[in-house]
């Protein structure tokens, strides 16, 4: 069952696609724009996506600026999109994020990045990418790809996990 997940950004947003594996098949950090063309154009169609989800914002009581509402705006954009798709989307909060991979509300990008490290290439050089010679299962990843695929296995592991008992 291959998931679409996407961690949203008001200009631009990441995605990773992973397998039953939880592999990191495609993925990219692209604007906005360009990754609502692909929901709307199909793109995705042709790769079997069964499942979609999306970081979503929370509040947690302190002031935002306008790059939280816009990111907000793209949530429901994207949500539309793939509603019209034939998909229903799913949510899943930073705190979920924190919680499922590195059991603490204090962790950070990076610990979310080493815990993802830790689970799925542990022992492979610069930090589980590899090298062009030997790629490694995160080759390519950047900072937000990296976050879209914590969006992504945090969702496996709490919703398609528990499904199949």
């Known amino acids: 069952m291959n998931i679409l997940a996407i961690d949203p950004g008001n200009i631009e947003s990441a995605y990773v696609m992973l397998n039953d594996n939880l592999e990191p098949v495609y993925f990219e950090k692209c604007t906005n724009e360009r990754l609502i063309a692909m929901i709307y154009n199909t793109d995705f169609q042709d790769k079997k996506i069964h499942h979609v989800v999306i970081e979503m914002i929370a509040s947690y009581g302190m002031s935002v600026g306008k790059e939280v509402f816009d990111t907000c705006v793209w949530i429901g ?14 949510c899943i909060y930073r705190k979920d994020e924190k919680m499922n991979l590195c059991n ?10 080493q815990a ?7 022992g492979i050089r610069n930090h ?8 490694g299962w995160f080759y390519g990843f ?3 790809v ?20």
């Open 142 to 144: 950047s900072k937000d």
């Open 128 to 135: 589980g990418k590899g090298t062009k010679k030997e790629p």
């Open 116 to 122: 993802l490290i830790d689970r799925f290439a542990p």
């Open 146 to 165: 990296w976050q879209a695929y914590a969006v992504g296995v945090t969702y496996a592991d709490m919703y398609i996990k528990s499904d199949r008992g």
């Open 77 to 90: 954009r994207f949500k539309e999109a793939i509603i019209q798709e034939g998909i229903i989307p799913n």
């Open 104 to 113: 603490s509300m204090k962790a950070n990008d990076s610990n979310i990045t």
